[in-house]
């Protein structure tokens, strides 16, 4: 077999590929045995048909079509293999010469990744902000708890902002009722503005069995964008009252006696917060960096069909939800389908670049994943998506993702690893110590309810497992994922 492998550009080659006809006969042995299954000839049973009956019978034109299609796929993942070319997506074929019982000729363009050249990374630096902890940020930390522990009380007045009412909704248009856009006995907090528009002005004011009719715009279903006649009666008016700020409040919401205890305690789980915070603005930032000093040229089909897929992968769940484009766009507040577009394109080319970046960083520093990095990746990433790392490694499996998650371990490894080298400082000229960015062995009680508990339990999930969890799909993982290992830049 002879080929040749031609530069198109920095992200497209021509493989120029020729088999001689003996290469074939694997081809040959498939095809005639798939078709003597299907023919059936007089005086021979099933699958004994000769070959040159077949040929006959099914005209040689069929067979050497059908040994074409067979033998293609096959030659041309050997002639990747062997060149070790970085394929992307799915190769345009055209077979060029087909001579009989002498030789079979073929193209096939591909998209490949292209060769990154690296700068020096021996003295890479960023900065990130201070850590520091506001009074006013303790505050609404307390505040969120103390209005967990708010009790709500009936008040004969009207409704005004901050106030809970109990109200009935009643949707038409013209005279049609619409079903989902009515409903009895809800709870709303007058001033939030979370149900839709026109909604507290036509509350505010209202008091108990007192109705009133707004217009407002559909935002979903199948009469989205459409004005709509919406009735609201108010059931009750309800005012929260909040506990005092003192130590009894203290002892109640939390595991500490005092109230200043209470602040001490979310103040440095504040700061605990703030500095894995440094950690992730330090990552983000070191890949700014990336993207600026390193050019890395980009496949264009790659991105065009990237935009494709989450085109239709949106619009599908617009269609479930009863939406479309533009009351989409509409409630996410962007102007217009060519912004959305635009953001979207450049979000998809940075992750595409920093992919490149990460693996030829990879690449040149020969980093390896094993079984201990899959199962630590996969112990996270079920935790966050709230099931069992089995049930996280099933899904991998089913969903033929494995190599794909295998190539986006050995990005985040060599992106620590890149992390752990640079300086990083913040604005005060202060060195931050990576190993406080590290989670925690042990997660200390936490006061009962504040944002910064859901931030370290997320910190907290990030801790090395043990290996033997999910350990068959780690090796199974490391075994088959040496080739084709892209993320966004999957075939």
């Not at 193209?107 to 003295?123: C, G, I, M, Q």
């Not at 617009?318 to 479309?324: E, N, P």
């Not at 604005?427 to 009680?445: C, Y």
Request: hydrophobic share 40%.
């Amino acid at each position: 077999m002879k080929s040749t492998i031609e530069e198109l550009g920095p992200t497209r080659v021509r493989m120029a590929i020729e088999v001689p006809w003996g290469d074939l006969d694997h081809a040959f042995g498939e095809v005639y045995k798939e078709l003597g299954k299907q023919v059936r000839v007089p005086g021979f049973r099933p699958g004994k048909v000769p070959n040159r009956v077949l040929d006959q019978r099914v005209g040689r034109p069929l067979v050497l079509e059908q040994v074409v299609q067979h033998a293609i796929p096959e030659v041309y993942s050997e002639v990747v293999r062997e060149n070790q070319v970085r394929v992307l997506g799915q190769p345009d074929i055209e077979v060029t010469r087909l001579d009989d019982n002498d030789t079979l000729a073929f193209t096939a363009e591909v998209d490949v990744a292209p060769k990154v050249e690296l700068p020096s990374l021996d003295e890479l630096a960023v900065t990130v902000d201070d850590v520091e902890v506001t009074d006013e940020e303790i505050d609404e930390q307390i505040s969120v708890m103390r209005e967990r522990f708010g009790m709500l009380t009936g008040v004969d007045r009207a409704a005004q902002d901050g106030d809970f009412v109990s109200i009935d909704l009643e949707a038409k248009l013209g005279d049609e009722v619409l079903e989902d856009g009515s409903t009895t006995g809800m709870s709303y907090e007058v001033g939030s503005g979370n149900l839709m528009e026109g909604l507290d002005d036509a509350v505010r004011g209202l008091s108990a069995d007192e109705s009133t009719t707004f217009q407002t715009a559909l935002l979903q279903g199948p009469n989205a964008g459409e004005t709509a006649d919406v009735t609201v009666t108010v059931r009750s008016v309800k005012t929260k009252e909040l506990p005092e700020l003192d130590d009894e409040f203290a002892s109640t919401a939390s595991e500490f006696d005092t109230l200043e205890e209470l602040r001490e305690d979310v103040r440095t789980r504040l700061a605990r917060t703030k500095v894995l915070q440094q950690g992730a603005q330090a990552r983000d930032k070191l890949v700014e960096h990336l993207l600026e000093t390193v050019e890395v040229p980009i496949p264009e089909n790659l991105v065009e069909r990237e935009i494709e897929f989450r085109n239709q992968a949106m619009l599908n769940e617009l269609q479930q939800a009863g939406m479309d484009w533009d009351s989409f766009l509409q409630m996410a507040g962007v102007e217009s389908r060519e912004a959305y577009d635009a953001d979207q394109r450049k979000t998809i080319e940075e992750a595409v670049r920093t992919q490149f970046i990460l693996d030829a960083i990879a690449d040149a520093r020969e980093v390896t994943v094993d079984n201990e990095d899959l199962s630590a990746q996969i112990m996270a990433q079920a935790q966050r998506n709230r099931m069992s790392p089995e049930q996280y490694a099933q899904q991998l499996q089913q969903g033929g993702n494995i190599a794909e998650f295998v190539a986006d371990v050995r990005r985040t490894k060599t992106l620590a690893q890149l992390l752990e080298q640079t300086t990083i400082t913040d604005a005060s000229g202060n060195v931050v110590d990576l190993e406080a960015l590290r989670p925690r062995t042990v997660q200390a009680p936490a006061a009962a309810g504040t944002d910064a508990d859901a931030e370290d339990a997320d910190a907290d999930a990030e801790e090395a497992p043990d290996a033997e969890v999910a350990n068959a799909v780690a090796v199974e993982a490391a075994e088959g994922a040496t080739e084709d290992t892209e993320d966004v830049t999957k075939a």
